[in-house]
T-cell receptor, first 111, second 113 residues
Framework: QKEVEQDPGPLSVPEGAIVSLNCTYS??????FMWYRQYSRKGPELLMY????GNKEDGRFTAQVDKSSKYISLFIRDSQPSDSATYLC???????????FGKGTRLSVIA | KAGVTQTPRYLIKTRGQQVTLSCSPI?????VSWYQQTPGQGLQFLFE???????NKGNFPGRFSGRQFSNSRSEMNVSTLELGDSALYLC????????????FGSGTRLTVV
């Protein structure tokens, strides 16, 4: 079993839809959780960062962490065609340990 | 401010050759990490350098090596290339060894034929 599991999709939604992206993990030591967005031919860019459990909101994006279930989510409200990208979850146990990434979910938002 | 710069953007090499990839971090960033991205395995951590010292190493064979210079620029080298080394190699920098302000470059696309 991989440390971080993420459904690769692809996921296709109409413009304006609410998108839910998820990852599960097996390492209970993970405390730092991130979501990255990667456009084609580009490197990943950090979208959201959460420490431990709880929710965090930034504009149209909400990140949730449920450590008891080892499950993290990213919600995108009012999705736009410009949100079409691959979304990667990443996590780490401590500040000086490497990030462990999910394989990414490819999202297409259709106008 | 300039982002993370990786050169070259694309490379085609033959099996058995070696290759060197370069990464210039954001000015002031002292930590540089390297990742390999493939469709099958996703992003996998190769190694991290901080102040010219390797601080963490992933589970890759010894053919993969790296170094960091005093100006924080980093290089990674892959010797005796195999077809399976074809991937996007990503470099990420951050100010120090802790914290999560990773900024990624656009990567070097390596194709081994």
């Amino acid at each position: 079993q991989k440390e971080v599991e993420q459904d690769p999709g692809p996921l296709s939604v109409p413009e304006g839809a609410i998108v839910s992206l998820n990852c599960t993990y097996s390492n209970s030591a993970f405390q730092y959780f991130m979501w990255y967005r990667q456009y084609s031919r580009k490197g990943p860019e950090l979208l959201m960062y959460t420490y431990s459990s709880g929710n965090k909101e930034d504009g149209r994006f909400t990140a949730q962490v449920d450590k008891s279930s080892k499950y993290i989510s990213l919600f995108i409200r009012d999705s736009q065609p410009s949100d079409s990208a691959t979304y990667l979850c990443a996590m780490s146990a401590r500040g000086n340990t490497p990030l462990v990434f999910g394989k990414g979910t490819r999202l297409s938002v259709i106008a | 401010k300039a982002g993370v710069t990786q050169t070259p953007r694309y490379l085609i090499k033959t099996r058995g050759q070696q290759v060197t990839l370069s990464c210039s971090p954001i000015s002031g960033h002292r930590s540089v990490s390297w990742y390999q991205q493939t469709p099958g395995q996703g992003l996998q951590f190769l190694f991290e350098y901080f102040s010219e010292t390797q601080r963490n190493k992933g589970n890759f064979p010894g053919r993969f090596s790296g170094r960091q210079f005093s100006n924080s620029r980093s290089e990674m080298n892959v010797s005796t290339l195999e077809l399976g080394d074809s991937a996007l190699y990503l470099c990420a920098s951050r100010p120090g060894q802790g914290g999560y302000g990773y900024t990624f470059g656009s990567g070097t696309r390596l194709t081994v034929v």
